[in-house]
Nanobody, 111 residues
Framework: VQLVEAGGGLVQPGGSLRLSCAAS????????MSWVRQAPGKELEWVAS????????SYADSVKGRFAISKDNAALTLYLQLNSLKTEDTAIYYC?????RGQGTQVTVSS
């Protein structure tokens, strides 16, 4: 299993980012996927999940209405659209399949 995240960066409060996760080594199109994040000094936090065909999505209350998870099964890629970013969204974001995580991508929200 290989998961490679990209798209993080420095953004001002209220800004947007789109994270991507390139997946390989497993049946991505048949797999439920998630995004999790870890802020400095805090525990890992679940952010969002999507089922195998993209029909069912769920979000943490802290990001509901601002973030959107999606997956492109043809491209073997998971996405997370981050809108209306807040300073408290600063964290390393990881895509997750079962017990596997990628190396993460840093999102920093600061003015």
């Amino acid at each position: 299993v290989q998961l490679v995240e990209a798209g993080g960066g420095l953004v001002q409060p209220g800004g947007s980012l789109r994270l991507s996760c390139a997946a390989s080594g497993f049946a991505f199109s048949a797999s439920d996927m998630s995004w999790v994040r870890q802020a400095p000094g805090k525990e890992l936090e679940w952010v969002a999940s999507i089922n195998w065909n993209g029909q069912d999505r769920s979000y943490a209350d802290s990001v509901k209405g601002r973030f959107a998870i999606s997956k492109d099964n043809a491209a073997l890629t998971l996405y997370l659209q981050l809108n209306s970013l807040k300073t408290e969204d600063t964290a390393i974001y990881y895509c997750k399949f079962d017990r596997w995580r990628g190396q993460g991508t840093q999102v920093t929200v600061s003015s």
